[in-house]
């Protein structure tokens, strides 16, 4: 599930660094993604909406074993 996860990330980056952002896979355990925030995206306010509202949507969509994304 590791390299789902991360090809999925891989699709998702490109509009984070358009923002001056990225995102970085820490872990995947029992469906709970860990990733760490870069660059703009890691002091943003919005961090938390970005994370929620778009990297664990995303990956919730395509790939339904996700049940979680934290960051760390």
Do not use: F, H, W, Y
């Amino acid at each position: 599930m590791q390299e789902q996860v991360q090809k999925v990330l891989e699709q998702i980056r490109p509009q984070l660094q358009a923002d001056g952002g990225d995102v970085k896979l820490v872990s995947v355990e029992d469906g709970v993604v860990r990733v760490q925030l870069q660059g703009a995206c890691a002091g943003c306010p919005m961090s938390t909406m970005t994370l929620k509202n778009g990297i664990e949507r995303i990956l919730k969509q395509q790939i339904p074993e996700v049940k979680e994304v934290r960051s760390v």
